[in-house]
């Protein structure tokens, strides 16, 4: 109930007085109120920030924090007030919910922040009054679809081949992100140069060409070199038949592909051939021959499987849907009364052009969107006062839904922006969390080394020992406690490594190690070494090139470093198991300097126009040995 | 002809826009500035004080709640309405709460203030049963003639009955409220000429055991 009603009912129950003498039945007895009804005031302390306020002010919401017994919990008894480690600011706001019943969003905060407030004051946002509501709504949705696309951005990009993989999903895996294999990228750059040749030979075929000897008139290049011009679009033709037919067999879910967009421009690009061949060369026919021809032009649409900014206009039509219909209707309305208008204004004149209303129509468009050919034009004064209205109404009425797509078309286009900046620094926070991980994973191992030196030589390691913080000690000790539990042993990356080319190689080392507990769950799931042998063997077939997709943490981790024949000296003391094997790793074998091939504006091969995720092409050097520096990339993507 | 028709009429359709907007502007903007200048200062906390029954104290809780609500110090109609309702959501509390603010509404101009609820809550709360009946009558008369007929206290019925909603057991039925007068007159009505006056209410309200118990109800309220 609203704090209103709360402070109200003492008056409607007294108000109760007036139904005594009119009832029917004796009155049921009033509840027994024990609580103290004298007002207190209340202390409460957020982070130094006192607040002070009445105690009835809190009751009025029972069922928040503040309203029940629940910040007992949070009670300080040496001080006399109630303490909470939170934001003042936005204690602030809280607070004065209570003292006016309406819940305000300030503007300036983080959406996250306030919410994580609001939950734990135990205040539904519900309640937000609605000066707020739609602001915060609006925020809250934007960083919904925020979160929403990261993660479908990750999933897109970085989900690996699944293990056992049919030929059949590679190579639709292939056509969607043709950066995951060399392949896939040639087909790519084949299929667009085959595009461009054959929309461009369209076009040529139509320039007027010197006429061959014994002709006076210019002749059209298509038919003066007919032959070159047939073969060029049969190579085309079949390029794109064999494309689509690899889609259709390499698609998931073939009905689906089909009704697709994409597929459709693809099917009414490559139509026209076809039926041309089919078709016999009869007159009646060829000019509806000649029609089909125009839909070769279609193929240009094929180009937006490689450019992004034309699939964000796709999009942007299609959101903006409803102010299109708008302006289309309203312009066809507008038409309607203008060309009626100037019909019946030119009606008497000798030899006007208004023949009928059908045929104002066309001046009508002419003059509306400020065009004016001229080659219609009033005569009477009736009829050039009505032109100009019109000429000035087009003027409104195009320009009112204009913005409205504009901004749209702006808003698709920087959030696809955001996504690849995105995903750009992504791939730098990740290697930086990475190396964090790896410097605990390292302090743990150098702790335990410290440990057991220190067994024998007491006094230069009680100072590194000191300098670490009793957190460090508690954190390491757990670690410790772990590996005496699963009577296994924390390593880095080098032994780690080493071990497993022994295990392939085909030593069986009897204790298998695990890497350090952060980076060891995604490895150990799929088994480090059988990737890594299907690694090697990929690697053997693509010729040692290889691009790497994006943001893989256990790739990057995996692809990322060379061995080095020394063995590391912090397993040795550690290691009860005879691991005088020495490995023979051959440094070839592992993993050589990744380079991948400047990747093309950022695209993936889409069905559909709806802009997904698209990846940063990124360019990934190996540099020394263990040292992860990456250096990406970006290049624009429009 | 017709074109210079269409083209003066456009012209003064134009011209109406624009005059209108300025004539009418002017009006507005005062009619605001009246009506936001209506603000009610209490008097004194001693006095108040010495008129009502309530503590210091009790003025203070009772004042800050009131000024919570209503930061303008008076509570008109409407709000009254929206409480009520809040409080017999299943109903229509309106009918009631029209009479219950005239009731409280003692200088009957269209608000009630502080003092006006204050001192409707001391009778209610803290006054004798003689204050209380009294208090009683003057809701039942509607017109304030000293005299209850038989349609006010039928408005008073409806109203309360109103209250309750449809969805009661057993169900309303449409005489209700009209038995319940006749029975409420049979029983207040001595001398049977229509009207019950403050002294047949009074002394039939004393003479009955149930009501004089159950007065006594409410006075722990606050």
């Not at chain 1, 006094?459 to 005496?484: G, I, M, P, W, Y």
């Not at chain 2, 009429?9 to 002017?26: I, S």
């Not at chain 2, 006749?182 to 002294?199: A, L, P, R, Y």
Request: proline share 5%.
């Amino acid at each position: 109930m609203a704090a209103g009603v709360a402070t109200w009912l003492p008056f409607a129950r007294a108000a109760a007085v007036g139904w005594l003498p009119l009832a029917k039945k004796t009155m049921p007895k009033p509840p027994v109120d024990n609580s103290s009804r004298s007002d207190e005031i209340l202390y409460v302390n957020v982070s130094g920030v006192r607040f002070q306020t009445w105690k009835n002010t809190l009751d009025r919401y029972p069922d928040t924090l503040l309203g029940s017994s629940e910040k007992e919990f949070f009670y300080n008894e040496d001080t006399q007030e109630y303490f909470f480690d939170r934001d003042p600011e936005m204690f602030r706001h809280i607070l004065n919910f209570y003292r006016t019943g309406k819940l305000h969003y300030p503007r300036h905060e983080c959406i996250q922040a306030f919410d994580e407030e609001l939950a734990f004051y135990g205040i539904v946002p519900e309640i937000i009054g609605d000066c707020c509501m739609e602001e915060y709504r609006d925020r809250k949705k934007e960083n919904q679809e925020r979160l929403a696309e990261d993660t479908e951005a990750n999933e897109a990009n970085d989900a690996p081949l699944p293990p056992h993989s049919t030929s059949r999903e590679r190579l639709w895996r292939a056509f969607e992100n043709p950066h995951t294999s060399t392949m896939a990228l040639v087909f790519y750059y084949v299929t667009g140069f085959f595009i461009a040749v054959s929309v461009i030979a369209n076009v040529v075929e139509t320039v007027p060409c010197q006429p061959p000897k014994g002709m006076v008139k210019d002749l059209p290049c298509g038919v003066k070199y007919q032959l070159a011009f047939f073969c060029m679009d049969t190579a085309c033709v079949l390029i794109f038949t064999f494309e689509y037919l690899m889609r259709l067999f390499a698609a998931p879910s073939r009905c689906k592909f089909m009704r697709s967009v994409m597929s459709v421009i693809d099917v009414v690009a490559i139509m026209p051939y076809y039926i041309g061949l089919v078709m016999p060369e009869n007159e009646d026919v060829s000019g509806a021959f000649v029609t089909l021809r125009v839909f070769r032009v279609f193929r240009i649409f094929k180009f937006s499987r490689h450019s992004q900014g034309l699939r964000i206009l796709g999009y942007t039509l299609k959101s903006c849907a409803s102010e299109l219909g708008f302006l289309l209707f309203s312009l066809t309305m507008a038409i309607i009364i203008f060309a009626t208008v100037m019909f019946y204004a030119e009606k008497g004149t000798k030899g006007s052009t208004f023949t009928s209303i059908p045929a104002s129509f066309w001046y009508t468009i002419v003059t509306m969107t400020t065009l004016g050919y001229g080659d219609m034009v009033p005569n009477t004064i009736a009829g050039k006062i009505f032109g100009s209205i019109c000429s000035l109404s087009g003027v409104l009425v195009i320009a009112l839904p204009v913005p409205v797509i504009v901004s749209n078309f702006s808003r698709i286009y920087h959030q696809n922006q955001r996504a690849d900046k995105m995903r750009a620094q992504q791939k730098v926070r990740l290697a930086r969390i990475r190396m964090a991980k790896k410097g605990t994973a390292n302090a743990f191992l150098q702790y335990k080394e410290d440990h057991t030196l220190g067994d024998r030589d007491s006094d230069s390691t009680a100072l590194c020992v000191k300098n670490r913080s009793a957190f460090e000690h508690q954190h390491n000790h757990l670690l410790h406690c772990l590996e005496k539990t699963t009577n296994h042993e924390f390593t880095d990356e080098m032994t780690y490594s080493e071990l497993c080319m022994t295990e392939s190689v085909g030593f069986r080392t009897s204790r298998s190690t695990s890497l350090s507990s952060q980076q060891g769950a995604q490895n150990n799931s799929t088994g480090c070494c059988p990737r890594r042998a299907r690694r090697r063997a990929a690697m053997r077939l693509a010729n040692s090139t290889v691009s790497v997709s994006r943001g893989s943490v256990q790739e990057l981790d995996t692809l990322q470093f060379k061995t080095t024949s020394i063995p590391p000296q912090t397993r040795s003391s550690l290691n009860a198991q005879p691991d005088d094997l020495k490995l023979n790793c051959g440094d070839q074998d592992f993993t050589a300097a990744i380079i991948s091939i400047p990747t093309p504006p950022a695209n993936t091969p889409d069905e559909s126009l709806p802009p997904s995720p698209t990846p940063v092409p990124g360019i990934l050097r190996n540099t020394r040995a263990t040292a992860y520096t990456h250096e990406t990339v970006k290049i624009s993507s429009l | 002809m017709i074109a210079v028709l269409v083209v003066v009429v456009v012209f003064v359709k134009v011209l109406e826009q624009f005059g209108l907007l300025e004539a009418g502007y002017d009006d507005s903007v005062e009619d605001e500035l009246e009506l936001s200048a209506v603000r009610h200062r209490p008097e004194g906390l001693e006095q108040l004080e010495a008129q009502t029954r309530f503590s210091r104290k009790e003025l203070q809780i009772l004042y800050r709640g009131f000024k919570n609500e209503c930061p303008s110090g008076v509570v008109n109609e409407e709000t009254f309405k929206d409480i009520y309702a809040q409080f017999f959501p299943q109903g229509d509390a309106s009918t009631y709460a029209h009479f219950l603010f005239n009731a409280f509404d003692t200088d009957h101009n269209g608000s009630v203030s502080f003092e006006d609820f204050v001192m409707g809550l001391s009778i209610l709360l803290r006054g004798t049963v003689q204050e209380k009946l009294i208090w009683a009558f003057n809701l039942y008369d509607i017109n304030k003639d000293g005299y209850i007929t038989k349609e006010e206290m039928l408005d008073i019925m409806k109203a309360i009955y109103d209250m309750m909603g449809k969805c009661t057991y057993p169900v309303l039925k449409e005489e209700t409220p009209r038995q319940h007068v006749e029975v409420f007159f049979q029983k207040m009505d001595k001398n049977k000429d229509g009207v019950v006056t403050i002294d047949e209410f009074i002394d039939c309200c004393q003479n009955d055991e149930n009501i004089m118990r159950s007065m006594h109800l409410f006075e722990n309220v606050l």
